[in-house]
C-alpha cells in the first residue's frame, strides 16, 4: 500500500516538474510559433528628430516612442562596445552631441553580432529595435533586432 503511494505521489512530482519546465506542456511552443509568424511593423524615425525630441521634452518623447517598434535611419556609429554588448548611434546635428542611441545587442544572436562586427566607426547604418527607455542625459536605450549599412 505504501508503495502505491509513494509511485503516485512520485508520478504526480514528475508531472508538475515537467509542467513547470515547459510552461504548460506545450504552451511556450504554440507562443513561440505564433510569435515568428507575426512580422513586426517597424514607425520610420529620423535620429535627428528623435534627439531633438528628447533634448526639448524627454518625457513627451518617452510617451512617443517608449515600448514602441521603430526603424531609425540617418544614425552615424559612434561608439561599439568592445564586448558586444551595445553600441551607439549619433545623428548629424551637432546641437545635440551628448544624446544618442544605444543599441544594445542580444548575447544569444550570433547573427547580429556579426553584422555589428562588420559596421565601423562613423558609418551610416540603418537600425531597427524596440526602445526601451528614452532620458533627456542620455537618449534612447534600443533593444537591437536588425541592422544594415547605409549605402
Known sequence: MMSKVWKILTGLFVLISCMAVLGGCGDSSDKKSNEAAT????????????????????????????????????????????????????????????????CQIDKQNKELQDAVLNIKKGQSVIVYGHIKDVGDIMGYTLKLDKIEVNN
Open 39 to 102: 512580422p513586426k511593423t517597424y514607425a520610420e524615425a529620423d535620429i535627428n528628430i528623435l534627439i531633438s525630441e528628447a533634448k526639448e521634452n524627454a518625457a513627451a518623447a518617452g510617451k512617443n516612442y517608449k515600448d514602441k517598434d521603430v526603424k531609425i535611419v540617418g544614425g552615424i556609429v559612434n561608439n561599439i562596445d568592445s564586448d558586444l554588448k551595445y553600441f551607439t548611434l549619433d545623428g548629424t546635428d551637432k546641437n545635440f552631441s551628448m544624446l544618442h542611441v544605444s
